[in-house]
């Protein structure tokens, strides 16, 4: 649960505030005359983060090509995957079994 409160009061429970936010993976926003100017997050939230920001910025260009893609009908759909999948196996030459040595 993300909590909102005074620094005045950030600084008195400072202990507190670090083991909770590092058990439960939560954030506080710290507020000086009553607007928030600082947040405090755990390491893992923080990771989690800057990880999620570089993916959607080295996608974007692969996301745009196959919404593009989506728009001009050009996809398979699940079903027809499975279908040409399905019968491409029962075409296709048969494994031997390999017989084990004694």
Do not use: C, H
């Amino acid at each position: 649960m993300d909590q909102v409160i005074p620094v005045t009061q950030a600084r008195k429970d400072l202990l507190r505030l670090v083991d909770k936010i590092d058990e439960e993976y939560s954030r506080v926003d710290l507020t000086k005359n009553g607007r928030v100017k600082a947040t405090l997050v755990s390491p893992e939230y923080l990771d989690s983060l800057e990880e999620t920001i570089y993916t959607l910025e080295n996608s974007m260009k692969d996301i745009k090509v196959a919404e593009k893609d989506i728009a001009d009908g050009k996809y398979v759909t699940l079903e027809e995957y499975i279908r040409k999948f399905n019968a491409s196996k029962k075409f296709s030459p048969a494994r031997k079994s390999k017989k084990k040595l004694k």
